[in-house]
């Protein structure tokens, strides 16, 4: 009912908010519209500044590059363009009451340059860049789709990476989630055209974009301080993807792109192909007034990794390190990306434009793990030789995750107000179809009579296992147990929002007031089934399963496994009632928002505040287990949140060349949809009774942020930046053990997640770019940019012992202290090339005891160095060559101290070499 209720009222207030915005609308004086571009190639110049010098008044070029200044009285003005790489251009027009004054600008390199340096190669898409940043109002870092091109970039992670403050998590050595300023994945928002979406993975709010392929894109921009009018769903950052529009430039545009990669680790030869095509069509009785952008991509790869990992199982007792277990494992995998953008522009009128815009992105994972498990009787140290029990293990799986993102929506722009209004559907989900979870083959008793080997370890951290022929040998273990599995995620969202905006003046002070409704609705599921064999058809020995031995460079592993032989000698399969229903939960989330805020700009100062407000309606259902009564039963929980979230935007213009930005903004995230999870699972376990659940009660993270920062931009394709951030998060989110406390006394032991008290993170953000334009040939070309984060937090956890609460310190999880990148490039008519380093230091990946410090584990430090080169045979055909991992960088995580080994492992490098044509 309350549900009901409050979609009743929220559906009033938009209708209220319409009614005042047309009631407000009036008689009008005269407007200036226009468009900003290129001169020759007719590209569209996005955050180009246009200013009427006799008012003070300023407007910004949007993506199309058209500007509008509403309400202008009739008089002589004079307007000036301002754009970091081109000329200024003034203008005298006049405008009259009632009427629209057009304008347009075509723009041209500085004097003495060509004009390529603001369309094409590297310093186009850093000074795109740039021109959107410096004249956004908030602070944001942008990339464009020439910068994209230019780096050896697979997908839309590993793209962001470059930028200044952001790091990328990397999976089997591909980016995967994006960090922001220090923050974990789960607390940044992601959206496609500026629509939310939601996370295809079963227990996280972060958005994986390896799902998104970079070939689709024409911009990325990452909002460091939100405005009201945005969602607040971000602690560290909201990272937009836009995809191309057939008004980002003039006429026919295609690209084709056919390239072929080499994996050094597998030996293995792919394929990409990818087109994007945009063009303008007149219909009616405009004239170019329909736009139409189509792309397609399609990318497969074939790779693989070597890892050996205790997974942070270390004795430390006595002073002296010792591995339980340990595991060797073989990864082969085949990647494929793929997806499609349509998009359409239709400007209706003058007064109107409206868009249906498009992206779909499909990814399968297919993964074939290979393991041995090595479980010591006793822990060994280095050097030591031990008893152990030994398994051999498959895992072969397809994983494909989805990701469909539509909006429809438009502008009108009446006298004295715009209207934007969009309705959006957003899907994500992730599809495991039965599969082998788990293959387990043991020792062969009748083979190896006491089913153990002795075993040798030199090394801690890439770890060597000295063990007998017989460890290798496929006759020594037969199949004890094979677990099939399947999941099934799927997370919806539908939006429908209305922006007003009003220019006005506040005494002789350029204005402006907006203000708005939103309302989304997100819906969450996931479903899980597990099955189980003991009983096989004809000899189990692994002997009759294997194949050739493993290539594996971090020594001597056995031979492979075959998954078609060991789903063909399955004999009865029993499904996993309890496992099948306890990873199943159903969640919604439902969000009304409204905001105002205002903006005045006042001589070089341009301050903008506001406050939204935002309630969301939360419901989980799940299902709970104890083994005493071996019962499954459901569970559901309710409950609703009102948040106010004031912000405060000021900034401060030096010269046209230097500013000063501050801001005060407040975010709420809420927790993952694990930790939610009203799922339980009581079991009994030699008369201890555990138990594992989620809390669906946890609090949402609650943080204060605040920027101070200074720009400078001194000329094409450069800027020197250096911005101070700091974050107060409240409600901070972590798993701990509550047995035996107040409310859990019949547990001995009860994992569940609980908020700390506070987390805080103190940062230093610095950027630099430059192009040597003013050096003689050839050395005008040279072009080298570098950034670099320092941050520090802390947060406060903890548990209990006999009963007594004992909390700790821990850096935020996924935050590097130090992360940076360097890169050197030259370009010409004919060439293009860079080298780019990217750097950050160790971070803690998990808690894996809350009150053992030295089971926290952390990644080290990691330092990838990529290259490419591009030679333009053509205007329209280009060749290019791109290395990735030239030092061939590992992925390692450690306990205690990067002496200890948590998983270590290797891929080697990645070469591509493709050709594109294109025109525009």
């Not at 460091?224 to 909201?238: H, I, Q």
Request: some cysteine; charged content about 25%; glycine content about 8%.
């Amino acid at each position: 009912m309350k549900k009901s209720a409050n979609k009743i009222a929220v559906k009033k207030t938009m209708l209220a908010i319409v009614i005042a915005g047309i009631a407000a609308h009036a008689v009008a004086d005269g407007r200036i519209e226009g468009q900003i571009k290129t001169t020759e190639k007719g590209i569209a110049l996005q955050g180009a500044k246009v200013r009427i010098q006799e008012l003070n008044r300023e407007a910004v070029s949007q993506r199309d590059g058209r500007f509008v200044f509403l309400d202008v009285k009739a008089g002589n003005y004079t307007l000036v363009t301002s754009y970091i790489g081109a000329d200024n251009v003034e203008r005298k027009i006049v405008v009259q009451d009632q009427k629209t004054t057009r304008e347009n600008f075509n723009l041209i390199g500085v004097s003495g340059l060509v004009e390529n340096v603001i369309v094409i190669g590297q310093a186009a898409g850093i000074n795109k860049s740039l021109n959107k940043q410096r004249s956004a109002d908030n602070i944001i870092t942008a990339v464009s789709a020439d910068s994209i091109g230019q780096f050896p970039d697979t997908n839309v992670s590993e793209s962001l990476q470059r930028l200044p403050g952001l790091s990328i998590e990397r999976d089997q050595g591909e980016g995967r989630y994006v960090r922001v300023r220090g923050m974990s994945p789960d607390f940044n928002a992601v959206t496609i055209n500026g629509v939310g979406v939601p996370g295809p993975d079963a227990d996280r709010r972060a958005v994986a974009l390896d799902v998104i392929p970079s070939d689709l894109l024409e911009n990325l921009t990452v909002t460091k301080s939100v405005t009201p009018d945005m969602d607040a769903n971000s602690l560290g950052g909201s990272i937009d993807v836009q995809s191309l529009s057939a008004f980002d430039r003039d006429g026919f545009f295609y690209q084709f792109t056919a390239e072929g990669s080499f994996d050094e680790n597998t030996e293995q030869t792919s394929p990409k192909l990818a087109a994007t095509a945009s063009n303008q069509f007149s219909i009616g009785n405009g004239e170019n007034n329909l736009g139409v952008a189509l792309g397609v991509s399609s990318f497969k790869r074939e790779f693989g990794s070597d890892n050996v990992e205790t997974g942070g199982s270390w004795d430390f007792e006595d002073g002296e390190a010792r591995v339980e277990e340990l595991e060797q494992r073989d990864y082969r995998i085949t990647r494929e990306r793929s997806g499609v953008t349509l998009n359409l522009d239709y400007k209706a009128s003058d007064n109107t434009d409206l868009y249906w815009r498009n992206l779909y992105s499909e990814y399968t994972d297919s993964e074939i793990r290979l393991a041995n498990v090595i479980e010591f009787e006793d822990a060994v140290a280095e050097g030591e030789t031990g008893t152990a029990e030994v398994q051999r293990e498959l895992k072969d799986r397809v994983e494909t995750q989805k990701i469909l993102s539509t909006s429809l929506g438009g502008q009108t722009r009446l006298d004295k107000w715009t209207v934007d209004y969009r309705a959006a559907y957003s899907k994500s989900s992730e599809d495991e179809p039965q599969n082998i979870a788990g293959a387990v083959f043991k020792i062969d008793d009748d083979v190896i009579a006491d089913e153990v080997f002795d075993l040798s370890l030199s090394g801690t951290k890439k770890i060597h296992i000295t063990a007998p022929a017989e460890y290798y040998q496929s006759a020594s273990y037969k199949l004890d147990e094979v677990e099939l599995g399947a999941t099934n995620t799927n997370d919806e969202s539908t939006s429908v929002n209305v922006d007003f905006t009003r220019e006005l003046e506040w005494g002789s002070n350029p204005a402006q007031i907006k203000f708005g409704a939103k309302h989304t609705e997100r819906e969450k599921d996931n479903d899980v089934a597990v099955w189980v064999s003991e009983d096989f058809i004809g000899e189990t020995s692994l002997s009759n399963f294997a194949d050739n031995d493993v290539d594996y460079t971090l020594g001597q592993f056995g031979s492979q496994i075959n998954a078609k032989s060991v789903k063909a000698a399955l004999g009865e399969i029993e499904i996993d009632e309890v496992e099948s229903s306890i990873g199943d939960y159903a969640v919604t989330e439902d969000t009304s928002a409204a905001y105002i805020m205002g903006r005045v700009d006042i001589n070089d100062w341009c301050i903008l505040t506001g406050v939204r407000y935002e309630n969301t309606d939360f419901t989980a259902q799940g299902f709970s287990y104890n083994s005493e009564d071996d019962e499954t039963s459901s569970q559901s929980f309710s409950n609703s949140d009102d948040y106010f979230l004031p912000a405060l935007h000021i900034r401060y213009s030096i010269d046209d060349k230097t500013q000063i930005r501050a801001a005060w903004t407040n975010s709420v995230v809420r927790p993952g949809f694990a930790q939610l999870s009203p799922g339980r699972l009581i079991e009994e376990d030699g008369g201890d009774i555990e138990a594992e659940f989620g809390n669906p009660y946890l609090k949402s993270l609650e943080s204060s942020n605040i920027d101070v920062g200074i720009e400078h931009y001194p000329g094409v394709a450069s800027v020197l930046s250096a911005f101070v951030f700091y974050k107060d998060i409240d409600n901070f989110a972590y798993q701990t053990d509550l047995g035996g406390t107040a409310g859990y006394e019949e547990f001995d032991k009860a994992f569940t997640f609980v908020n700390g008290n506070s987390a805080e993170l103190l940062g230093i953000e610095l950027a630099a770019s430059k192009q040597f334009t003013q050096l003689p040939a050839p050395w005008d070309g040279l072009l080298i940019g570098g950034n670099a984060t320092f941050v520090d937090s802390t947060a406060e956890i903890g548990g209990y012992d006999d009963g007594e609460f004992i909390a700790r310190d821990i850096p935020l999880p996924s935050q590097s202290d130090t992360s940076a990148n360097f890169m050197i490039g030259y370009e010409s008519e004919k060439i293009s090339m860079r080298l780019s380093a990217n750097y950050k230091s160790n971070y803690l990946l998990e808690v894996l005891e809350p009150m053992e410090a030295d089971y926290d584990a952390y990644v080290d430090d990691q330092m990838q160095l990529d290259f490419s080169l591009r030679y333009y045979l053509t205007d329209s055909i280009k060749l290019h060559f791109e290395a990735l991992n030239l030092t061939d960088e590992i992925y390692y995580s450690y306990v205690k101290s990067p002496g200890y080994n948590a998983q270590y492992e290797s891929y080697g490098a990645t070469y591509k070499l493709g050709i594109t044509f294109m025109q525009f």
